[in-house]
């Protein structure tokens, strides 16, 4: 057996570390790392507060592009050489990983193989929870909160490709203006409205309330939310950016006849994320490949520089996604 790198967060540091190489298990392929995607959840799980979850590997990393080098028994629909991107629970900051086959997808056509690793935590994320739990359809309006994330750039064009009409928020007015060239109907400056003014907004743009918000936020916008859907409005909360303790005024919600959802992905059975893949390779991949969709890539650091991936994301200058090259 090969010896691998990889990154791994002991005590809050990060290190690089040499490893036995891992073998493909049953149902499960050897991807040789070309790049991994950088998530809050890693700066998370980095500091203790987002553990991976039982039997997942400590090793940072969500989501990672490369070639497939080694397949487990029980694999008939990949073959060695194929380029591909996969959902993980964990280990993508490596020069090798193993996955689940059914976590896997082809690099989209016209997508390079590095950006391709932007796609899968981002593009399951914003449509398991857009279509799946929020039922959007087209002709309803949406509010993606904080727009100029890795989800957030995601979910703005493909809310705006299943026909919704998309509010979002940013700070500042150049990242307003990005959002907006993303397909953003209505971009709004939290920096400058918040609150009541901000649901105000939200209202006014959406012609009296969304139908659906995506929230990274958590506790802190619970109110603001509230105020800002219609009704019949479902909040789904995948984030909890500003705390996870806050009060709802439930009278509010019993009115509007609204719904609030809360959800991860990491910690879903494989099945499931199996089942998600699957739904995004069949509906969202052609939306890439058309070019309704695509990666938004802030910047590529090399592998050994992830500290440096962390500390720019955690600065909040980060517009997309920020990408880790093997």
Request: proline residues 5%; hydrophobic residues 45%.
């Amino acid at each position: 057996m090969g010896a691998m790198h990889a990154i791994c967060a002991r005590t809050g540091e990060l290190s690089l570390v040499e490893l036995p190489d891992p073998s493909p298990a049953a149902g499960e392929v050897q991807i040789t790392v070309a790049a991994a995607g950088v998530n809050r959840a890693d700066l998370l799980q980095r500091t203790g507060h987002y553990p991976p979850p039982p039997g997942a590997s400590d090793i940072l990393g969500l989501e990672v592009s490369g070639i497939i080098t080694a397949l487990g028994p029980g694999v008939p629909d990949w073959q060695v050489g194929d380029e591909v991107c996969a959902l993980l629970a964990g280990g993508g900051y490596a020069t090798q990983v193993t996955v689940p086959a059914g976590q896997l997808l082809p690099v989209p056509r016209g997508v390079d193989l590095i950006s391709a690793s932007a796609l899968p935590e981002v593009a399951c994320t914003a449509w398991s929870n857009l279509v799946e739990v929020a039922r959007l359809r087209a002709g309803e309006s949406v509010l993606v909160v904080g727009g100029s994330g890795g989800i957030g750039s995601h979910a703005i064009q493909l809310a705006a490709a299943l026909g919704a009409r998309v509010v979002t928020t940013a700070g500042g007015p150049e990242r307003v203006q990005r959002c907006l060239d993303l397909g953003a109907d209505v971009a709004l400056d939290h920096r400058a409205l918040a609150g009541r003014e901000l649901a105000c907004a939200v209202k006014e743009a959406s012609g009296g309330g969304v139908d659906v918000i995506l929230d990274v936020l958590g506790a802190g916008s619970l109110a603001t939310h509230l105020a800002s859907l219609a009704t019949g409005g479902r909040l789904v909360v995948i984030g909890m950016q500003q705390g996870r303790h806050g009060e709802i005024d439930l009278g509010r919600l019993l009115a509007k006849r609204a719904s609030i959802h809360g959800t991860t992905l990491r910690s879903r059975s494989a099945q499931d994320k199996a089942e998600i893949v699957a739904a995004v390779q069949s509906h969202v991949w052609p939306l890439i490949e058309q070019e309704q969709v695509r990666p938004v890539v802030h910047a590529v650091l090399p592998l050994r520089d992830a500290g440096r991936a962390h500390e720019l994301l955690d600065s909040g200058a980060v517009f997309g996604k920020v990408l880790l090259q093997v």
